[in-house]
């Protein structure tokens, strides 16, 4: 089953299956700690995030892309998940905009923790030098996702469930479009995936930086 909820957007639900669920469970319960590990991102003008993050690959420090955090250095980019990651894009048969010579390469992944409590805002994700895809699993609680327009933060918008497994590319013409998560639906994880409540989500990147 896929769907297009809007042009460049696919969504796959269930791409993941439960033992391939545990593993980024698993491998994010690793990810999470430290050196350089999950944190609620200060924002520039003083605001801390509901949601915790940890980057691989790049460090997400708003505005922009660098590679240390809190003088440590960010956890490397596995070879793995970039392979997951291309094969979602070739599932979902979005462009991935590199043409024909290899696909996919993304280098930075930002993985989100939401407790019951915590929401994304509206926002664009601008900070990629690259036209490429960006590619997101959702794992445990459902999310409530808003996927809006180009132009502003207004109507029109599509709200989905995305649930445990559930794989979103965006490509295209929704690659800038405003998106986030207006409520976690607490208990509605599946069990045997080794999170025991809360929602994660895995976004893989180009960041379009090079080595
Ligand atoms: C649509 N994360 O990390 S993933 C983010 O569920 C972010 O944690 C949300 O938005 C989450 O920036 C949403 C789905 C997603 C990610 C990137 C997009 C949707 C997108 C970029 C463009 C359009
Ligand atoms: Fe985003």
Not at 24 to 43: D, F, I, K, Y
Not at 45 to 73: F, I, K
Not at 188 to 200: A, Q, V, Y
């Amino acid at each position: 089953p896929r769907s297009e909820p809007a042009p460049g957007a696919v969504h796959v639900p269930g791409w993941l299956d439960i033992a391939a669920q545990r593993l980024l469970v698993e491998a994010c319960r690793a990810w999470a700690r430290p050196p350089a590990g999950m944190r609620h991102t200060r924002l520039p003008g003083g605001g801390v995030m509901s949601v915790q993050t940890v980057c691989l690959g790049w460090h997400w420090e708003p505005y922009r892309y660098v590679r240390h955090v809190d003088g440590q250095a960010v956890k490397p980019f596995p070879r793995w998940l970039a392979d997951l990651g291309r094969r979602a894009v070739a599932d979902a048969a979005v462009a991935d905009a590199y043409g024909d010579d290899g696909g996919y390469r993304p280098d930075v992944a930002l993985v989100n923790f939401y407790d019951a409590a915590a929401k994304m805002g509206l926002h664009q994700d601008r900070d990629e030098r690259s036209p490429a895809p960006v590619v997101s699993f959702s794992l445990g609680d459902t999310g409530v996702f808003r996927l809006g327009n180009t132009e502003n933060r207004g109507r029109p918008w599509t709200d989905l469930e995305l649930e445990s497994g559930d794989l979103l590319v965006f490509g295209g013409p929704s690659r800038l479009a405003y998106h986030g998560v207006t409520k976690i639906l607490p208990g509605t994880g599946p069990r045997g995936i080794g999170l025991d409540g809360g929602r994660l989500n895995i976004t893989l990147r180009d960041s379009g930086l090079g080595d």
